[in-house]
């Protein structure tokens, strides 16, 4: 027999999950080397020691099942894996358990996939990271993703107030101009108030560091910082972009006169963008030292 103590210490030697370390004690009579080689026998100890490599490649994938749409960005450690064809399928898998379940958290989601990504971890042979989602139910409106790149980018975009086609071509043109136009926000209302008032900070000493500038009245300057934070706008908050099909429309007219011509009043309610591996460390090879450690071997 075996206690929990002894799936903890299994657990910690080969990185296994815990469902898997019961199986290996309770086919080993509790024995801990033995329960080691038998998951090293099923590929789950060597997939565990991949867990400290760095997994900065990988694909963002989209899904809609009915009125759920889901995005989900999974990691790897090579463009080459990201492209396999076992490596898609495990991805496509975790946005189906994403769409079938209600999902609370990321954190949630890694541990009730772990035994999965441990078997593909061994299978395809690099770590694999179920790194973050986005999932929205949808009700009187409609859903609308898009992948840009092979998986490069992906994005998800709710229009409410409407189910019809038109409201599906016009989520449709949204989510393209998401993808294209990299939006922080969806209207100036929603960038905190924080942020605002560093750009005003940084445009203001932007100002007084320049000579042309400088000697001019504070009134002024603070009415040049005005029209810069406008423009900030302007580039950042999905509503005030210049539309990329018609850039003498912005996305606000764009969803105004769609909305006139189908007698609706239509909304962007939510939107996200996520583009793979924004924000993670990349891996970096070193030939000469690699060479080095090599000849001292």
Known sequence: MFTSKDVMELRKKTG???ADCQKALKETDGDMEKAVEFLREKGIATAAKKASRIAAEGI???LIKGNTGVLVEVNCETDFVAKGDQYKEFVNSVAEYVADNDIADTEALIAAKEADTIAATAKIGEKIAIRRFAKYVVEGGVVETYIHGGGKVGVIVEIAGC???GAKALAHDVALQIAAAKPLYLCAEE???EIVEN???ILLAQIENDPKLAGKPDMVKAKMVEGKINKYYDENCLLKQAFVKDPSLTIEKVVAAA???MGKELSIKRFTRFEMGEGLEKKTNDFAAE???QMKK
């Open 199 to 201: 750009e005003k900070k």
């Open 259 to 261: 909305g006139k011509e």
């Open 16 to 18: 296994a999950g815990v």
């Open 60 to 62: 963002v994938s989209a």
């Open 163 to 165: 189910t019809c086609d």
């Open 291 to 293: 060479v080095e450690a």
């Open 191 to 193: 960038v905190p108030a």
